[in-house]
Antibody, heavy 119, light 111 residues
């Protein structure tokens, strides 16, 4: 059974930093694209960043470019999102997701980790 | 940009629900003849669940009352006979470009 478990969320002040982690199990992690998706309170879904299986290709939504960094450690079956210079508008639940083989349709989702940016 | 319609709909149990999704550009990849379009269902307080990928392929375990159709820029999700457990917000997503983008969501309720 595929499992994706996020951790690292919490309350942070504007301008601060947080690092989200996602522990993956139940599938060959090193073979799949992975994506972080966020959902602001009461709002829709937004793909924040994704990364290819070997970690050499990374893509970001414009609103987080230069502030967020996606990475992975295939030896630990783990995905990360380093979030710097956080803004109030980054407040959201952040989901770790797995793509179908070779593509970015998201067939498995974690339960999400809440990030609140507030003074 | 992915645009869904309607934003919400309320139907009686057993009725047919139809949600449309329009992409601002063609998401049919000619080399493999596949439309890079997925549909998701999100129930209150839960993460989204993939229903459909490649525009019309049902994900594992998804009831056959859910179906997807369309090609190019115009797509449809149909629930053939609405059940109480189908109350949710539905999202389309294109994965032709990266990062992928979602529609704004359609809320489905029981009348």
């Amino acid at each position: 059974e595929v499992q994706l478990v996020e951790s690292g969320g919490g309350l942070v002040q504007p301008g601060g930093s947080l690092r989200l982690s996602c522990a993956a199990s139940g599938f060959p992690f090193s073979s799949y694209w992975m994506t972080w998706v966020r959902q602001a309170p009461g709002k829709g879904l937004e793909c924040v960043a994704n990364i290819n299986p070997d970690g050499t290709q990374k893509f970001y939504v414009d609103s987080v470019k230069g502030r967020f960094t996606i990475s992975r450690d295939n030896t630990k079956n783990s995905l990360y999102l380093q979030m710097d210079s956080l803004r109030v508008e980054d407040t959201a639940v952040y989901f770790c997701t797995k793509g179908i083989l070779g593509y970015l349709a998201l067939d498995n989702w974690g339960q999400g980790s809440l990030v609140t940016v507030s003074s | 940009v992915m645009t869904q319609s309607p934003d919400s709909l309320a139907l009686s149990l057993g009725e047919r629900a139809t949600i449309t999704c329009k992409s601002s550009h063609d998401i049919l990849y000619r080399s493999n003849n596949k439309n890079y379009l997925a549909w998701y269902q999100q129930k209150l307080g839960q993460p989204p669940k993939m229903l459909i990928y490649w525009a019309s392929t049902r994900a594992s375990g998804v009831p056959d009352r859910f179906s997807g159709s369309g090609s190019g820029t115009d797509f449809t999700l149909t629930i053939s006979s609405l059940q109480a457990e189908d109350v949710a917000v539905y999202y389309c997503q294109q994965y032709y470009d990266t990062p992928p983008t979602f529609g704004q969501g359609t809320k489905v309720e029981i009348k």
